[in-house]
């Protein structure tokens, strides 16, 4: 994993996706919500540059996707799912396998570089020293 930075949010975010979301979410209470946000999937690529924010691996077009760092599927959470600082960009096999491990998995905008290194050929993960100790427990 690498350090990113949070992208600046659109200006046309706030209407096009948060207020848009919103008012379906009071019009359509329980339900799942409508994907407002992946016409924001170009800007949010850019900014991680093309790179999957949770395994820092090359993602052709086709195959990012628009991660809600804090699962969208948590009624807790149901006031995130319109808000930009809440997305993440990441490869569509990554973010179906996080489901709702809210806080289970370091946040992109968290992680420092540096905390975890790929041993080659096997692509394990491991552990450096410069994982902070109240951090190697999640790690």
């Given at each position: 994993m690498m350090r990113?930075?949070?992208?600046?949010?659109?200006?046309?975010?706030?209407?096009?996706?948060?207020?848009?979301?919103?008012n379906w979410l009071v019009k359509n209470p329980g339900k799942e919500a409508k994907d407002f946000w992946s016409s924001f999937k170009p800007q949010l690529a850019k900014y991680f540059q093309n790179l999957c924010g949770y395994s820092v691996m090359h993602i052709p077009s086709r195959m990012g996707t628009v991660d809600h760092y804090l699962s969208k599927s948590k009624p807790e959470n149901r006031h995130l799912i319109y808000e930009w600082k809440n997305y993440r960009y990441a490869l569509q096999r990554v973010n179906s396998c996080t489901g709702?491990?809210?806080?289970?998995?370091?946040?992109?905008?968290?992680?420092?570089?540096?905390?975890?290194?790929?041993?080659?050929?096997?692509c394990q993960l491991v552990l450096t020293d410069e994982v902070p100790s109240r951090e190697r427990d999640r790690a």
């Open positions: 990113f930075t949070p992208p600046p949010e659109p200006t046309d975010f706030e209407k096009q996706v948060r207020k848009a979301g919103n709702i491990c809210d806080g289970q998995i370091f946040d992109p905008f968290e992680v420092e570089d540096n905390w975890f290194e790929i041993i080659l050929p096997s």
